[in-house]
């Protein structure tokens, strides 16, 4: 069975259309990469999976999260599976990160929601020492400090890594990155798409993945749905689609890409 089932997913707003008739699925484990040039829809495809479109576009047609529809579904059905089937990590961390709060307590909040979820109640000790498992789980040093520290204290990547504890906190089945590393120095950047990678094999999560950096997107997902003006141009396994592009939208992002390769002397 599918973990995601996306069915003529349309997003508009007024008259204007920004995503059209959009189909594709994802299997249990599964990764996908979601690519297309700046506009072209990914972002809104990716809150319309999780019902957090802005409330003035419309989404139609179908989008089936763990067997449950999310379009047109209530705040209190659509909070419970953002909690539980899929959790997203975002281009910029703060955007997922309360700045008043320290960093231990908002990755403690989800980490007891979802306990209660499944029947069970964490609190005092055993919450903090999972607190400190997910930060030495993304690979941040000396975590108790980390805990008590607010957003404003860590560095970028370290934030992306908090934001990356919350997401997994979760425990979803199906992570949705969008821009994950945009926002970090390129060094940052390896490390954290370096960590998603380890963390998503490791937990046998799904990932729809979504990037503008080509390379990246080869060797993270299995599978690609290239998008143009929010319709899906070309959809395939990653290695065929790259290899022997159909379309000429996706023959020009893949030329852009080379380029820009070849313009920094091939040093990725
Ligand atoms: N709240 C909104 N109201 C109206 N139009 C919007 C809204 N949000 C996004 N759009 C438009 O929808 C289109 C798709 O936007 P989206 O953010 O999904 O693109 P994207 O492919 O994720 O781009 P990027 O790679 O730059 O993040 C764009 O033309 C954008 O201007």
């Known amino acids: 069975m599918s973990l995601l089932r996306v069915e003529s997913l349309s997003v508009q707003t007024g008259d204007t259309v920004l995503v059209s008739n959009l189909s594709f699925s994802l299997a249990p484990g599964e990764r996908l990469g979601l690519i297309g040039e700046s506009g072209s829809g990914k972002s809104l495809t990716a809150l319309a999976m999780t019902g957090l479109l802005p409330r003035q576009l419309d989404a139609s047609g179908s989008v089936l999260l ?111 990155a969008d821009e994950p590393t945009t926002a970090l120095d390129v060094t940052t950047q390896a490390e954290i798409l370096g960590l998603l990678d380890g963390l998503v094999r490791k937990r046998d999560m799904a990932l729809l993945f979504i990037s503008h950096d080509l390379p990246v997107v080869a060797n993270t997902v299995e599978r690609v749905v290239v998008l143009r ?40």
């Open 66 to 176: 763990a067997g449950e529809e999310v379009i047109g579904g209530s705040d209190r059905q659509l909070n419970t599976l953002r909690g539980k089937a899929v959790a997203m990590v975002f281009q910029e961390p703060l955007t997922a990160l309360d700045p008043l709060m320290r960093v231990g307590k908002q990755i403690a909040e989800p980490a007891a929601r979802r306990a209660k979820r499944d029947g069970t109640s964490i609190m005092g000790g055993a919450l903090d020492a999972i607190v400190v498992d997910l930060l030495l789980e993304v690979a941040l040093p000396d975590p108790q400090r980390i805990a008590l520290a607010y957003p404003h204290e860590l560095s970028g990547g370290q934030r992306q890594r908090v934001a990356i504890a919350m997401a997994l906190a979760c425990k979803p089945d199906l992570l949705i």
């Open 229 to 268: 003006r929010g319709e899906a141009v070309e959809t395939g396994l990653v290695t065929n689609v790259f290899a022997q592009p159909r379309h000429d939208y996706t023959r020009s992002l893949l030329q852009a890409a080379r380029s820009f390769d070849d313009a920094l002397g091939g040093k990725r």
